[in-house]
């Protein structure tokens, strides 16, 4: 197996609140490998975009580490290293300087990172539109006069420009309609294939990450509950938060309705929301939860290289 392009080992995150500790992740691992997208999925709160900003070096954690091209990466990140790592927003209105047109938005990092002559700047700017589907006579707009989709292209040509090696996407579709989301979506993978990305796909939509990533890793609460391919997540999930969230995908044909786990609703949602001090976190709202998830945090089971879960009573 080849050395990963990311790797995180035991990982967690703790802010304090007032006397409070809150703790956003626990004992975190991933790897990502040159040309993979992997998915991050979880509901609100599971710790996804806080590991985001971990892994772009925008907080640092409470403890393990991060290794990056084999190499630790330090809290404290050269320009040279955050290069190689950008980020893609959920709302590119809000990613976006108002003030500045698209061309100078997209020559900002070139200038930055010296990557090409300042008289070429425009030119390079002009190259990168095209490289997401966008013209060069937009070179002069500001964001406001273009639409959801294109200011998302925007966002991604500017984030190309740094000629990074992998990209963090934190819902980059979630604020586009469905016909802009397919078109977007699309753009990634043709990218993907053609510059030899990575991504780290941050979504709460599994719809989504079908259609874009290679491995999907599940969170819940902090935790990595489930981790695998796509096709093995979709065809067979194990987790039973992960079957939860499969249930709730929406379908249109009897046939994917049939292929979709089915879940119990019965469970109060609301008085699950307080976290179990011992067992499983995911037990109060469980439907097949066991004495023995009340009463012991699930070990995480390997299934194959690297993939499993942490379920005492797996699907």
């Not at 967690?12 to 956003?24: I, L, P």
């Not at 626990?26 to 490998?33: A, I, K, N, P």
């Not at 925008?58 to 809290?75: K, Y």
Request: proline share 6%; charged share 25%.
């Amino acid at each position: 197996m080849p050395e990963p392009l990311l790797a995180v080992r035991d990982v967690s995150k703790t802010y304090r609140v007032g006397r409070t500790e809150v703790a956003a992740l626990r004992d975190v691992g991933l790897e990502l490998h040159k040309g993979e997208c992997l998915a991050l999925v979880g509901e609100s709160g599971s710790g996804k975009t806080t590991l985001g900003k971990l892994i772009l070096g925008i907080e640092a954690p409470s403890a393990g580490t991060l290794h990056f091209a084999g190499e630790r990466l330090p809290d404290r990140r050269a320009r040279t290293l955050r290069r190689r790592l950008q980020f893609v927003q959920q709302n590119p209105m809000s990613a976006l300087n108002p003030k500045r047109t698209i061309g100078d938005s997209i020559a900002l990092p070139l200038a930055v990172h010296g990557l090409v002559p300042r008289a070429r700047l425009r030119a390079r700017a002009g190259e990168l539109l095209g490289l997401v589907g966008m013209s060069a006579d937009l070179l002069d707009r500001y964001p406001a006069m273009l639409s959801g989709g294109q200011r998302q292209r925007v966002a991604l040509a500017r984030a190309l420009a740094a000629e990074p090696d992998c990209i963090v996407l934190d819902e980059p579709t979630s604020s586009l309609d469905v016909s802009v989301q397919a078109r977007i979506l699309q753009l990634l993978a043709d990218l993907q294939a053609r510059l030899g990305l990575s991504y780290i796909f941050i979504t709460h939509d599994l719809g989504v990450v079908r259609n874009i990533a290679h491995r999907v890793v599940v969170l819940y609460r902090g935790r990595v509950v489930e981790t695998g391919t796509t096709a093995a997540m979709f065809g067979r999930p194990r987790h039973r938060y992960t079957q939860m969230l499969l249930s709730s995908i929406p379908v249109v044909s009897d046939e994917e309705e049939r292929l979709k786990p089915s879940w119990p609703w019965e469970r109060d949602v609301a008085a699950a929301e307080v976290a179990a001090a011992v067992g499983c976190a995911f037990a109060p709202r469980c439907a097949y939860a066991l004495d023995v998830c009340r009463r012991e945090a699930p070990a995480f089971h390997p299934v194959s290289s690297g993939d499993g879960h942490a379920c005492h009573c797996p699907g």
